[in-house]
């Protein structure tokens, strides 16, 4: 079993950055591939980012390409996500998500693909 704590959200204006942080125990870190999701007010959970074990290999959803900077340190069982340049449209309940496959090679963007979530962490973007 996983258990993932996230961290890092609050209330900027438009423009501004945050770095959220999930924090990982209970499994072998390095072995998953970890996922960010969000959830705006009346919509459904979507894929936002996802990062490969090792790292090397990263996905984006078009809307934060160029903004938005997934990455982890193995050492410390820790994913990250920073967000530049945000907007109001980025206002969202942020998840991370561990996948339910061990050494998946390519990143996953179904949410079916992740078995472990955290509770989440509000992002508030005010224009």
């Known amino acids: 079993q996983a258990q993932l704590v996230e961290s890092g959200g609050g209330l900027v204006q438009a423009g501004s950055s945050l770095r959220l942080s999930c924090a990982s125990s209970g499994r072998s870190f390095s072995d998953y591939a970890m996922g960010w999701f969000r959830q705006a007010p009346g919509k459904e959970r979507e894929f936002v980012a996802a990062?490969?074990?090792?790292?090397?290999?990263?996905l984006y959803v078009n809307s934060v390409k160029g903004r938005f900077t997934i990455s982890r340190d193995n050492a410390k069982n820790t994913v990250y996500l920073q967000m530049n340049s945000l907007k109001p449209e980025d206002t969202a309940v942020y998840y991370c998500a561990a996948d339910r496959r061990r050494f998946r090679l390519v990143v996953a963007r179904t949410q079916d693909d992740y078995d472990y979530w955290g509770q989440g962490t509000q992002v508030t973007v005010s224009s």
């Open positions: 990062i490969s074990g090792s790292g090397s290999s990263t």
